[in-house]
């Protein structure tokens, strides 16, 4: 009787995979390059978009401080601008006071968002027109006013008084008005007005708006 030999299955040692944990550093360095060029495209996105929103509002204040020259001329009327660093407003010399130029329809208070900010310099600090007196329920040295409360009191009434006027003959007070980006690469525009009326913008200058307002002024003034 033949023997039957069966063939010999060969063992085979099985293969073993094992489950890669984390991440590879070149998949690191690819993830991170893609974040950083993520990052610029927002940021350049981002400064386009800023140099944009400066660009209209310091054509806005421009206009709008034409407006209030031609309005006060027309109107025959004494018309101020009240600078701040966030924003600014229009008023009128009313009764021998300034008050807020209301109810006109394009001469409104104007609120700056950040990183835009406004300052002015003037050039010859006395006005051309009076600063109005206190009244007496104003002034800290009222009935029952204190030390504290009149500096206080004084603050609020400085805070009422314009540093442009704009008179109704045709007048004004000499001013630089700058309005820039306050951040590390900043850019500004200038806005400047003088004795006989003459109110111009300039273009976009490189520079903090604060520190740098008065950056080749001086051979501006000579080209002209």
Known sequence: MKRISTPKTSSCVPIKYSLQKGFTLVEVLIALMIAALMI?????????????????????VYGLLQVAQEESIIRGIELGVRVQSDGYSFMVYNGGKWQPL?????????QLDE????????EGEEALLA???ADDDDVGGSKGGTADSGAEEEN????KTP???MLSSGEMNEFVLTIGLDRDEPVF???????VGEI?????????????????????????
């Not at 209301?102 to 104007?110: Q, T, V």
């Not at 604060?210 to 002209?224: G, T, V, Y």
């Open 200 to 224: 111009e913008l300039s273009n976009a200058l490189e520079g903090h708006y604060s520190h740098d307002w008065d950056k080749d002024l001086e051979e501006d003034e000579d080209n002209e």
């Open 40 to 60: 610029s495209v927002a940021t350049i996105a981002l400064n386009d978009n800023e140099a944009a929103q400066l660009k209209t509002k310091a054509r806005q």
């Open 163 to 165: 540093q442009i006027y």
């Open 156 to 159: 609020k009434k400085k805070a």
């Open 115 to 122: 990183p835009i900010r406004l300052e002015v310099n003037l």
């Open 131 to 133: 600063n109005e007196e």
């Open 189 to 195: 525009y200038r806005v400047r007005g003088n004795y």
């Open 102 to 110: 209301e109810d006109h329809r394009l001469l409104k208070s104007i």
